[in-house]
C-alpha cells in the first residue's frame, strides 16, 4: 500500500474540521490528525522541549504539538511539513514567530542540510521511510543528548516500533483519552516513548591526525624516526614547559565507527579520546565527547585556539594510524592532547 497510498496522500484535497484533518481514499475516510490528541502531543513536548533547545518537528496537521513546543520556549523551532495543504496552514501559524523556520518536504530530506538538534518529534503520516531511516536519521541530526519521541502506534510499553531498533527507551502515560471512534488509535491511555541519544563513543582513542600527517605537522615539534618518534609534550598548559620526548610506535589498521571533527578537521578523533581543554579560565580534563564549543584548545606556539565548530560522523569507516604509548601529554597538528591508555 505505502508508495501507492502516500501519493495519494500528498495529491488529495483534505477536509480541515476543527478537531480533525482527513481525506476520503477509494471511498474510504482517513484520519490524518484528531483533536483529541492533544494530552499526548502536551505530554510529548513536555519530555522533549526545554526552553532554549533546538526543536526539529516532523509534522505539523493540526499544529497542537507545534503550540505546545512553541509554550516551552524553544531557541529555535525547526517544522518539516510535506503536504501542500498543510503547508499553507504551518506558514499561516508561523508568520508571528520569531523562532521558527517552516521546512517544505519531507524530514528525510534535512539530512544533508546543516545543523543538529537538541530534541526531535516525530509525528508523521503514511511515511514510508520512518523505520528504516529514522534512527539513523536522528543519530546524524541530534546533538549529544538529544531527546526523541515519536507517535507510538502501540501505546504501549513494549515490543514494537521503534523499540526494534532502540534500547533504554522511557515511556510516560497519558490516561484519559476518551478517543472518539477513529481508525488509528483507541485506547483510553497512552505511552510517550523518550529516548535519549548520547553519542556513543567507541572504545577506540584513535586520532586520525596523528597518523601523525607527519607532512603537515611542524617537524621541529614530531619528529618520526621508523619504529621510535619523538614527540613534543607539556605536562600543565596552565603553566607549560615543552619537552621533546622518544615514544615507541606502531602502524595500524583498524574500523571506527564514529568521529568527531573539531574545526573543520584539525582534530579528528573517537569520543572517547582524553582531551585538556580551557573552560571559564581553566583547563579541564575531558572525554571528546564532552567538550563543547567555546572550549579552547592549547597551541604548541603558547596560543589558545577557541573551539568554534563540532562535527559527528557516525559512519564506519577504516583508519590507519600510528599508534604511539605515551605517558605525557602530547601535541597533534600543534594542539595539546592529553595522555591516556585509550588514547593512540
Ligand atoms: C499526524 S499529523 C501531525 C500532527 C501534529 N503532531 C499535530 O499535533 O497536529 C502528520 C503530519 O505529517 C505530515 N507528513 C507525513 N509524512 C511526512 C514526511 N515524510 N515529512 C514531513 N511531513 C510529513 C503530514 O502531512 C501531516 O501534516
Not at 149 to 177: I, R
Not at 251 to 258: E, H
Request: with cysteine; hydrophobic share 35%.
Amino acid at each position: 500500500m505505502a508508495h501507492k497510498q502516500r501519493e495519494a496522500y500528498l495529491a488529495a484535497n483534505l477536509i480541515f474540521k476543527d478537531d480533525r484533518i482527513s481525506w476520503v481514499h477509494n471511498g474510504e475516510t482517513y484520519q490524518v490528525m484528531m483533536g483529541w490528541e492533544q494530552p499526548i502531543m502536551a505530554k510529548m513536548a513536555e519530555v522533549c522541549v526545554s526552553a532554549g533547545d533546538k526543536v526539529l518537528e516532523c509534522g505539523f496537521g493540526m499544529g497542537i504539538l507545534s503550540d505546545e513546543i512553541q509554550a516551552r520556549n524553544p531557541g529555535h523551532h525547526t517544522i518539516v511539513e510535506c503536504h501542500p495543504e498543510i503547508i499553507v496552514k504551518a506558514k499561516a501559524w508561523a508568520a508571528d514567530k520569531t523562532n521558527v523556520t517552516i521546512v517544505e518536504g519531507d524530514w528525510l530530506d534535512l539530512i544533508n542540510a546543516p545543523g543538529r538538534f537538541n530534541a526531535i518529534l516525530m509525528d508523521t503520516y503514511v511515511d514510508n521511510n520512518l523505520h528504516k531511516r529514522f534512527t539513523w536519521f536522528c543519530r546524524n541530526k541530534g546533538e549529544h543528548n538529544c531527546k526523541v519521541s515519536w507517535w507510538n502506534w502501540t501505546g504501549k510499553t513494549t515490543g514494537a516500533y521503534m523499540m526494534l531498533h532502540w534500547t533504554d527507551v522511557t515511556f510516560t502515560k497519558v490516561e484519559g483519552l476518551n478517543a472518539p471512534e477513529n481508525d488509528y488509535y483507541n485506547r483510553n491511555d497512552y505511552y510517550v516513548p523518550l529516548k535519549v541519544l548520547s553519542r556513543t563513543p567507541t572504545t577506540y582513542g584513535v586520532l586520525l591526525s596523528s597518523n601523525i600527517n607527519l607532512s603537515q605537522t611542524e617537524t621541529v615539534h614530531i619528529k618520526k624516526v621508523y619504529g621510535n618518534t619523538k614527540l613534543l609534550t607539556c605536562a600543565d598548559p596552565g603553566n607549560p614547559s615543552l619537552e621533546i620526548k622518544d615514544v615507541a610506535g606502531e602502524s595500524v589498521m583498524f574500523k571506527c565507527k564514529g568521529v568527531y571533527s573539531i574545526n573543520d578537521g584539525l582534530l579528528v578523533m573517537t569520543g572517547t579520546n582524553n582531551m585538556i581543554v580551557k573552560r571559564d579560565g581553566s583547563w579541564i580534563n575531558k572525554k571528546m565527547n564532552e567538550i563543547v564549543v567555546g572550549d579552547k584548545l592549547y597551541k604548541a606556539d603558547n596560543t589558545e585556539v577557541e573551539i568554534t565548530k563540532i562535527e559527528f560522523d557516525s559512519s564506519e569507516t577504516v583508519h590507519n594510524m600510528f599508534k604511539v604509548n605515551i605517558d605525557s601529554n602530547y601535541f597533534v597538528n600543534n594542539i595539546l592532547i592529553r595522555k591516556g591508555q585509550d588514547n593512540a
